[in-house]
């Protein structure tokens, strides 16, 4: 019985992401948001009209160092398609330490830096709440979070699978 109950509860979190895209939910519209890359700034509006993958990340976990494996995977397969994944460490203000985390993870897409506290304010997180790394947010083509993990939760990061299939959704959209 426990074999039965263990995917049921480590599946209950991704109901979005399982459930027709007609009935993925607006969350909220994403706010504005600015990070560092190693060549100077971007901004979440440099990719209107895309759906964006965004995680929040912490270089040196190995969770993150995975699910950054899952992102380069799904930007060369998903990208043509109008995807973007972004990852963006909140442990470090350095571009050399980006650069390095590029090199030694063999990632290809747009990795950053931002501070703690835009990442809170962006994620709308409790002033003091705990949460696990990567924490990640789905945007879909009009600039809206259709996805947010919960704060105690990186299980779709985890799950390269369940992950393409909540892109797949917001990808295959036609308006709304």
């Not at 706010?31 to 190693?38: E, R, S």
């Not at 993958?53 to 995975?66: D, G, S, V, Y």
Request: with cysteine; glycine share 8%; aromatic share 6%.
């Amino acid at each position: 019985m426990l074999r039965l109950l263990v995917p049921v509860l480590l599946s209950g979190g991704l109901c979005i992401a399982q459930t027709a895209p007609e009935s993925m939910p607006v969350l909220r519209k994403a706010p504005p948001l600015t990070f560092h890359v190693p060549d100077g700034q971007k901004s979440l509006g440099d990719f209107h009209g895309k759906v964006i993958a965004l995680e929040f990340i912490q270089t040196t976990c190995p969770h993150c160092q995975a699910a950054s494996h899952h992102m380069t995977k799904l930007q060369h397969e998903l990208g043509p398609r109008g995807f973007q994944a972004i990852d963006l460490a909140i442990n470090t203000t350095s571009d050399a330490d980006i650069t390095a985390f590029m090199h030694t993870q063999q990632t290809d897409f747009l990795v950053g830096w931002i501070g703690f506290p835009e990442m809170g304010h962006f994620l709308n997180l409790t002033p003091g709440v705990r949460f696990l790394v990567p924490q990640l947010a789905l945007i879909d083509r009009h600039g809206d979070i259709r996805y947010q993990t919960p704060s105690q939760s990186a299980e779709i990061t985890a799950d390269e699978d369940l992950l393409r299939q909540a892109l797949l959704k917001l990808l295959n959209e036609k308006g709304r």
